[in-house]
């Protein structure tokens, strides 16, 4: 069904209140056709901050016309429970609002609503001025990596001139030397309109102030809503942070790793053709029951991403916790999902409070993360935000004591530019990394991995073992793995000095699982190139490596040859033959097996050996008898052909079935 043609959706069929449930209350019937975004229009997510009550969702309703409230117990109790959103026009910019609890037993909710917003609207009661969830949110904004904000200073109908101003100095101080400092401070008062003018004039500058978008990177959306719509399905909803995504595109499911097919998009309550990163986003997905989809998971671009359960990251503890020891266990939040998280310390036994540590998280369940995500933890019990930071390796290794490398990695990973951090990241893989492996880790395009692999190829410590399908190894481990083979080829040589070179499957095997295919075959060809082995068919050998008989070998393969050739087709058995040489039985062996791999003589059956003369005058005689006597040939008739006995025969005429010189039809052949 084509989402576009269909005007009612997610409007008139939807039962009243799926809408603002979904896509704030902007929507109506109008608004159903798909709409393309004025050229110069701009996507900014605002994310309200702070204490219960301090009139939040008043403000949103008041800039925006709706309601950010939805549930019926928020109605009752007049309190947010869970998020919100509205959405507002203004100018150029297309503001999408998510709305916050202030409860500090919703402070979940809170999280995963403000993972991606590109701006937080912090707002403080003049009556109240700072309470606790004005930090615990601001704490979050900032661990988060929120980068600007605009501070409303609200129900300062309530307060006279001078408390307003001791508020403000207070907010003022409270700010300074975060990203809020020198914020912008608007009064407002929701109950008389004062200063919501000059709030939207200030949150469209600071929109302007925005320009990072991650819009060319890979699709990623993590979830906060899913629900159905009468007609159409699943719809999930949340704040698009990377990418793109249109009607028809195939969408992976994370962390259940589920195919699916989107059969529309909309934004700020709108049908469009394509959603982008930066836009509150609402997809309508087929191929899924909407129960089977919650908040905490991520909708995004197939195979791009990985789900993890343990991350390296680094973790900054809030001037406010307590300490934490090594596996300390925590409330870990990421995006919208969370989880609990059991925290190893990698460099000290205990991390203090006001500092920050390389830490190991392990978790409790998958989740979705590339390098540079930012987190939040708070404290297993009582639940207070303690502290968050920034992951940098999402597909960790589980700790060890004797992994010294890992806290010089994690640095490289933390401060290093692209090209180092992809030299670190294939160093410290001793099977190398393909293009998937990297684009999960660090949530580069692939384009991007490519020019960075090439420029550090080109220096040196990384090998392109192959281009495409892309594989980069370290250089030394190359080298490494060069060596190896030389040498067990070497002594190979020494080992079987009769044998012509070491088939290719066991030189493979030699240098174990711990050697991709693709290295152990651009290895090979390298040390072809340099003309330091030889790889013929299925061997490889030393170049210049030939067999070299004792004297006594060589007298032994001419009588062999000789006893197989002077016999014609009425052969001696093998055992015989070997039996009179003069030289022991393992030795005569291996001459045999140089006698028959260099074709000079041929096993047509187990124990039947013959000389390769003979067998060649075999489709000559077959070729007379046909034009003589006719393209049949029974038993007796071959034996008389050739002059051999039934023991000869039957497995001669097999032999000859498998050349497909003949074939077989009942008791006779047809001659081919
Ligand atoms: N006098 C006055 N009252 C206000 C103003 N803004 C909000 N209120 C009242 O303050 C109360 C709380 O407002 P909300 O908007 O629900 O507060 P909130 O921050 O969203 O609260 P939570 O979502 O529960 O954290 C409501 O009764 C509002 O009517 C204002 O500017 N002046
Ligand atoms: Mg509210």
Redesign the pocket.
């Known amino acids: 069904m084509s989402v576009q043609a269909n005007p009612s959706f997610f409007a008139e069929e939807v039962p009243k209140g799926w809408f603002d449930h979904a896509f704030g209350s902007l929507v109506t019937s109008s608004s159903c056709t798909p709409f393309t975004m004025a050229v110069n229009t701009k996507s900014v997510i605002v994310g ?1 901050a ?10 949103i309703e008041a800039l925006t016309g709706t309601h950010p ?1 939805r549930l019926e117990e928020e109605k009752r109790r ?3 429970i869970d998020l919100g959103f509205a959405f507002l026009e203004e100018g150029e910019v297309r503001f999408g609002f998510v ?5 500090e037993r919703f402070v979940k909710n809170m999280l995963a609503g403000t993972s991606g917003i590109d701006l937080v609207l912090l ?1 403080i ?1 003049a009556d109240e001025a700072i309470k606790p969830q004005t930090r615990e949110h601001f704490d979050i904004c900032r661990l988060l990596g929120v980068k600007r904000g605009v501070i409303a200073l ?5 307060v006279d001139r001078d408390t307003a101003e001791l508020v403000r100095l207070e907010i003022e101080e409270f700010v300074q030397g975060s990203f809020l400092e020198g914020a912008p401070i608007i009064p ?5 309109g004062e200063g919501l003018p000059a709030l939207k004039q200030t949150l469209q500058a600071a929109a302007r102030a925005i320009t990072e978008k991650q819009t060319g990177r890979y699709f990623r959306l993590p979830i906060d809503r899913s629900f159905a719509v009468k007609g159409f399905g699943t719809v999930v909803t949340g704040t698009l942070i990377s990418g793109q995504v249109a009607t028809g595109d195939e969408v992976e499911l994370l962390p259940e790793e589920k195919l699916l097919r989107v059969r529309g998009v909309q934004t700020g309550g709108k049908t469009v053709e394509r959603a982008e990163a930066g836009q509150r986003t609402a997809v309508n997905l087929s191929g899924i029951e909407h129960t089977a989809v919650q908040r905490g998971m991520v909708l995004a671009a197939p195979g791009r991403f990985a789900k993890t359960r343990r991350i390296d990251a680094r973790l900054e503890l809030l001037k406010s916790a307590r300490p934490i020891k090594h596996r300390t266990q925590v409330h870990f939040h990421a995006g919208t999902a969370e989880t609990i998280a059991e925290v190893f310390l990698h460099d000290r036994a205990e991390l203090v409070p006001g500092e920050s540590a390389l830490v190991q998280l392990r978790l409790a369940a998958d989740v979705v993360a590339v390098q540079g995500d930012r987190f939040i933890v708070r404290q297993f019990s009582p639940v207070i935000t303690i502290g968050g930071g920034g992951v940098l390796d999402p597909l960790a290794r589980r700790p060890a004591r004797k992994d010294s490398g890992r806290v010089k990695f994690l640095e490289t990973l933390e401060h290093g530019s692209r090209e180092d951090i992809l030299q670190a990241m294939v160093q410290r893989n001793i099977l190398g990394l393909g293009m998937e492996e990297i684009v999960s880790r660090t949530g580069w395009m692939e384009p991007e991995v490519r020019a960075t692999a090439e420029k550090v190829a080109g220096a040196g410590a990384l090998r392109l073992v192959n281009a495409e399908p892309l594989l980069l190894l370290s250089e030394s481990l190359f080298q490494e793995v060069s060596r190896k083979l030389l040498a067990r080829i070497e002594a190979f040589h020494k080992e079987n000095p009769l044998q012509p070179g070491i088939p290719k499957e066991e030189l493979r095997a030699s240098v174990g699982k711990r050697v991709r295919a693709e290295t152990f075959r651009t290895a090979l060809e390298e040390l072809a190139k340099q003309n330091k082995l030889t790889a013929q068919g299925e061997l490889v050998k030393k170049p210049g490596t030939e067999i070299t008989l004792t004297p006594e070998e060589a007298r032994a393969k001419a009588q062999i040859e000789h006893a197989f050739g002077k016999a014609g087709l009425a052969v001696p058995s093998v055992k015989e033959v070997l039996a009179q040489l003069a030289i022991e039985n393992r030795r005569a062996e291996k001459i045999l097996q140089i006698l028959l791999r260099d074709k000079q003589l041929v096993r047509v059956s187990a124990d039947l050996i013959f000389h390769r003369e003979a067998l060649e005058r075999l489709p000559g005689l077959l070729q007379n008898y046909k034009k003589t006597r006719g393209e049949r040939i029974g038993v007796p008739a071959f034996k008389e052909l050739t002059g051999i006995t039934r023991k000869y025969a039957i497995p001669l005429l097999e032999y000859l079935d498998r050349q497909r010189l003949t074939r077989r039809l009942g008791d006779e052949r047809v001659i081919l």
């Open positions: 309200t702070g204490h219960i009550d301090h009139g939040k969702s008043t403000l409230d007049g309190i947010t709305d916050v609890p202030g409860h707002v009661a609200t129900k300062t109908d309530l407002v008062s929701a109950k008389t």
